[in-house]
């Protein structure tokens, strides 16, 4: 979902900073990077996050990634046409 906002491949965003907006402890969220680095599907570096394969990453996060972007549009983006990428991911039409 950053990746949609900032619409770039590189995310400035520290472990640090994913663990308070997810509510979660921060070695948690090291141990979820490295998971998709193990996937090939980011690389991890410090205070950066690269997407490597954004198809496979939406496929690997199932249902958590559309219904809430779809809820996002609804409530705070409404104004805003949601991007190509984004219509994709929710399966509408782009």
Excluded: W
Excluded at 18 to 34: E, K
């Amino acid at each position: 979902m950053s990746q949609d906002r900032m619409q770039n491949d590189e995310l400035a965003l520290t472990h640090d900073y994913i663990s308070l907006m997810l509510s979660v402890r921060r070695p948690s969220v090291t141990i979820a990077l490295h998971t998709l680095e193990g996937e090939r599907l980011i690389r991890s570096e410090r205070a950066n996050v690269i997407v490597r394969d954004r198809k496979a990453l939406e496929k690997f996060a199932g249902d958590a990634y559309g219904v809430p972007e779809r809820e996002y549009c609804r409530l705070i983006d409404e104004e805003r046409e949601p991007s190509k990428r984004v219509l994709t991911a929710l399966g509408a039409p782009a």
